[in-house]
């Protein structure tokens, strides 16, 4: 046994307590508890329970259950929190990670793992028969895995920022591979650099003796990344073969099929068999799993269950709740989550039946960014300012979904073009547009997260200058003159690109950018990206079949960002910008058309954007009517 003692929380930041239970008991942890799936496979687990004077207290209590693959052994923080105000806190590392014997497959055992050890939780004699689920990430993805599997006893989840449908977007983007997942695998899970760097790297290989390599490995991404494709066994990575296997599966398969509908946390693939809970669904705008969660996760669920569901997004880059910045966006104070006494609201309402009111709140809470002064914060970053709104759905009815057409000579307007020829660019592969920020997550050195002026500087690794992306050649920029009023942008972001190429195959990328005039802190102003996105040219009909395209001949493109909320104050552009590359974000283009992941070649793609009255290219802005722009609806 393990003692464990922490001092109370104080309060929650923003937001009352509501008959939030007080910490009463001690910790005791039952560490490396073995427990069996339906395979004979043991999987590591850490039991936290209520106790005093060093001793477990008699009697039953609900459970909180996360399931990791980042080493359960750093859970104790949240088990420290929650144990001592009446939970168990049940900690397990996932199949084939630390402790946990068996074979990693990144989800596609989950389902059953998870359904296995609920079924040992309701069984034991501590439990009160009522579980609910917490992790970030990949550990919210194995919550959704429990649901898609209707594990028993299971009676309220919180997913945050949780890894689904990626297929679709995540780890496949529109067809791009999303490189963060290359740089997951390469360092071990996001192990490399961390106390747990031995431990992942030795639990990973197939020999001992290989451990050094794939840490030494992990440390040097930037070079392998610059070096795909990704073949087999030409990389250290041969010597953790489970993760190449998958990765290089991964990277290789583009279609839509059983591999990525079947992954095990697919959740609009499998609404009908998802358990019917009440869920928290958590995520950010600048969030990697943004999209998913409220796009698709939160709107299906809402429409096919019964059980409450809520949505919340916040200002917030991947994990970051607690946070009132964004990359190098700063927001109001309460822009972040007192996020321990935030989630034991919701438990304690649906896990020990406490009239608190969380489930008479607004089904929706977003922050709506925007309105700050710009001004320069001591930590460098500009004050973007906003404020948190609650609403009664996603997206908001009052949604006036407004085109903004592209046209020659760089204008964004809500007036169609006329006849001009189209833009034609040449997108070189090996000298693809960096990744300044965006929604990523697992970035490691690869890349920064949240919001970036769009200018290149040395520690940017991929720039070669200190120029903006806007003065590339292979950048295609449309923007509004200043705008005379303010603009809230509140919803979907969803481009429609009519493009083609000389090539058999290329990829067009979208980016929305808030464009800062000059300021005394920013005399250049700024170029703040909002949402971006890509689309593999052969699976512009959708991520179901790949089909090459003709050169030379138009096509539609659907372009679909991660959603946002941000009010484009008076004086600034909205800008959007079109090329071919977001390099490390997306794997890049060789525009030959070869297999995924398999080309030997390379070649220059000339690619053409088409404004005329034929082909209306166009971003539909998801305009919220001005008097909700800058405050919030009192009536809601």
Same mark, same amino acid.
């Given at each position: 046994?393990?003692?464990?003692?922490?001092?109370?929380?104080?309060?929650? /930041?923003?937001?009352?307590?509501?008959?939030?239970?007080?910490?009463?008991?001690?910790?005791?942890?039952?560490?490396?508890?073995?427990?069996?799936?339906?395979?004979?496979?043991?999987?590591?687990?850490?039991?936290?329970?209520?106790?005093?004077?060093?001793?477990?207290?008699?009697?039953?209590? *609900?459970?909180?259950?996360?399931?990791?693959?980042?080493?359960?052994?750093?859970?104790?923080?949240?088990?420290?929190?929650?144990?001592?105000?009446?939970?168990?806190?049940?900690?397990?590392?996932?199949?084939?990670?630390?402790?946990?014997?068996?074979?990693?497959?990144?989800? /596609?055992?989950?389902?059953?793992?998870?359904?296995?050890?609920?079924?040992?939780?309701?069984?034991? *004699?501590?439990?009160?028969?009522?579980?609910?689920?917490?992790?970030?990430?990949?550990?919210?993805?194995?919550?959704?895995?429990?649901?898609?599997?209707?594990?028993?006893?299971?009676?309220?989840?919180?997913?945050?920022?949780?890894?689904?449908?990626?297929?679709?977007?995540?780890?496949?983007?529109?067809?791009?591979?999303?490189?963060?997942?290359?740089?997951?695998?390469?360092?071990?899970?996001?192990?490399?650099?961390?106390?747990?760097?031995?431990?992942?790297?030795?639990?990973?290989?197939?020999?001992?003796?290989?451990?050094?390599?794939?840490?030494?490995?992990?440390? /040097?991404?930037?070079?392998?990344? /610059?070096?795909?494709?990704?073949?087999?066994?030409?990389?250290?990575?041969?010597?953790?073969?489970?993760?190449?296997?998958?990765?290089?599966?991964?990277?290789?398969?583009?279609?839509?099929?059983?591999?990525?509908?079947?992954?095990?946390?697919?959740?609009?693939?499998?609404?009908?068999?998802?358990?019917?809970?009440?869920?928290?669904?958590?995520?950010?705008?600048?969030?990697?799993?943004?999209?998913?969660?409220?796009?698709?996760?939160?709107?299906?669920?809402?429409?096919?269950?019964?059980?409450?569901?809520?949505?919340?997004?916040? *200002?917030?880059?991947?994990?970051?709740?607690?946070?009132?910045?964004?990359?190098?966006?700063?927001?109001?104070?309460?822009?972040?989550?007192?996020?321990?006494?935030?989630?034991?609201?919701?438990?304690?309402?649906?896990?020990?039946?406490?009239?608190?009111?969380?489930?008479?709140?607004?089904?929706?809470?977003?922050?709506?960014?925007?309105?700050?002064?710009?001004?320069?914060?001591?930590?460098?970053?500009?004050?973007?300012?906003?404020?948190?709104?609650?609403?009664?759905?996603?997206?908001?009815?009052?949604?006036?979904?407004?085109?903004?057409?592209?046209?020659?000579?760089?204008?964004?307007?809500?007036?169609?073009?006329?006849?001009?020829?189209?833009?034609?660019?040449?997108?070189?592969?090996?000298?693809?547009?960096?990744?300044?920020?965006?929604?990523?997550?697992?970035?490691?050195?690869?890349?920064?997260?949240?919001?970036?002026?769009?200018?290149?500087?040395?520690?940017?690794?991929?720039?070669?200058?200190?120029?903006?992306?806007?003065?590339?050649?292979?950048?295609?920029?449309?923007?509004?003159?200043?705008?005379?009023?303010?603009?809230?942008?509140?919803?979907?972001?969803?481009?429609?690109?009519?493009?083609?190429?000389?090539? *058999?195959?290329?990829?067009?990328?979208?980016?929305?950018?808030?464009?800062?005039?000059?300021?005394?802190?920013?005399?250049?102003?700024?170029?703040?990206?909002?949402?971006?996105?890509?689309?593999?040219?052969?699976?512009?009909?959708?991520?179901?079949?790949?089909?090459?395209?003709?050169?030379?001949?138009?096509?539609?493109?659907?372009?679909?960002?991660?959603?946002?909320?941000?009010?484009?104050?008076?004086?600034?552009?909205?800008?959007?910008?079109?090329?071919?590359?977001?390099?490390?974000?997306?794997?890049?283009?060789?525009?030959?058309?070869?297999?995924?992941?398999?080309?030997?070649?390379?070649?220059?793609?000339?690619?053409?954007?088409?404004?005329?009255?034929?082909?209306?290219?166009?971003?539909?802005?998801?305009?919220?009517?001005?008097?909700?722009?800058?405050?919030?609806?009192?009536?809601?």
């Amino acid at each position: 046994m393990v003692f464990l003692w922490l001092l109370p929380l104080l309060g929650t /930041r923003g937001q009352p307590l509501r008959a939030q239970g007080a910490p009463s008991y001690d910790v005791v942890a039952s560490k490396d508890v073995m427990i069996a799936m339906r395979d004979g496979v043991n999987l590591a687990t850490d039991v936290y329970r209520p106790a005093r004077n060093g001793a477990v207290v008699d009697g039953k209590f *609900p459970t909180l259950l996360e399931r990791t693959p980042y080493n359960k052994n750093g859970a104790a923080a949240a088990a420290n929190y929650f144990v001592p105000r009446g939970y168990v806190v049940v900690v397990q590392d996932v199949r084939a990670r630390y402790k946990s014997e068996g074979h990693w497959r990144p989800i /596609r055992d989950d389902p059953n793992d998870g359904f296995d050890t609920a079924t040992w939780i309701g069984a034991q *004699p501590w439990s009160d028969g009522g579980i609910g689920t917490i992790g970030t990430s990949y550990a919210g993805a194995t919550q959704h895995a429990l649901a898609i599997a209707n594990a028993p006893f299971v009676k309220a989840m919180i997913p945050v920022d949780a890894m689904s449908n990626f297929g679709r977007y995540g780890v496949r983007h529109n067809g791009a591979f999303e490189l963060r997942w290359f740089n997951w695998v390469f360092t071990v899970g996001n192990a490399i650099g961390t106390p747990n760097a031995a431990a992942a790297a030795a639990r990973a290989a197939s020999d001992p003796a290989a451990a050094a390599a794939l840490i030494d490995m992990g440390t /040097r991404v930037r070079e392998y990344v /610059r070096g795909l494709p990704l073949r087999p066994g030409t990389t250290p990575l041969k010597f953790a073969p489970d993760y190449e296997a998958w990765l290089i599966e991964a990277m290789s398969h583009g279609d839509y099929d059983a591999f990525w509908k079947d992954h095990g946390s697919s959740v609009v693939d499998h609404v009908a068999e998802y358990k019917d809970v009440p869920i928290y669904h958590v995520t950010g705008w600048y969030d990697s799993w943004g999209m998913q969660v409220a796009n698709l996760n939160y709107v299906e669920l809402r429409k096919a269950k019964k059980s409450l569901q809520r949505l919340i997004i916040g *200002p917030w880059t991947h994990g970051g709740q607690a946070r009132s910045f964004a990359g190098e966006a700063q927001f109001t104070d309460d822009a972040g989550l007192d996020f321990n006494a935030w989630r034991l609201r919701w438990f304690e309402h649906w896990l020990k039946g406490i009239d608190n009111g969380v489930d008479r709140e607004a089904p929706v809470r977003i922050y709506v960014m925007g309105g700050g002064d710009a001004h320069k914060t001591p930590d460098g970053r500009v004050f973007v300012g906003g404020g948190w709104r609650d609403e009664r759905e996603w997206p908001l009815a009052r949604t006036r979904l407004t085109p903004y057409y592209l046209h020659a000579g760089g204008l964004l307007s809500p007036d169609k073009p006329g006849d001009d020829p189209p833009a034609t660019y040449v997108f070189d592969p090996r000298n693809p547009v960096p990744t300044l920020g965006g929604n990523v997550s697992s970035q490691g050195t690869l890349m920064f997260q949240g919001a970036a002026d769009q200018r290149c500087r040395p520690d940017f690794w991929l720039c070669a200058d200190s120029k903006p992306l806007s003065a590339r050649n292979d950048v295609l920029v449309f923007q509004t003159p200043p705008l005379a009023r303010d603009v809230e942008v509140t919803g979907r972001l969803v481009v429609k690109l009519w493009a083609a190429s000389n090539a *058999p195959d290329t990829d067009f990328t979208a980016k929305l950018v808030d464009v800062y005039p000059p300021s005394a802190d920013f005399p250049a102003g700024i170029d703040l990206n909002v949402a971006d996105s890509i689309v593999r040219a052969r699976y512009r009909s959708g991520p179901g079949k790949a089909e090459l395209i003709k050169p030379s001949q138009p096509y539609e493109f659907t372009i679909e960002m991660y959603p946002t909320s941000l009010v484009f104050q008076r004086n600034h552009r909205i800008r959007l910008d079109i090329s071919s590359s977001s390099f490390p974000r997306f794997d890049v283009n060789p525009n030959t058309g070869e297999p995924l992941n398999d080309n030997r070649r390379w070649r220059l793609a000339e690619n053409s954007v088409y404004f005329d009255s034929h082909h209306l290219s166009h971003i539909l802005l998801p305009m919220i009517p001005s008097r909700t722009a800058t405050q919030p609806d009192a009536g809601r």
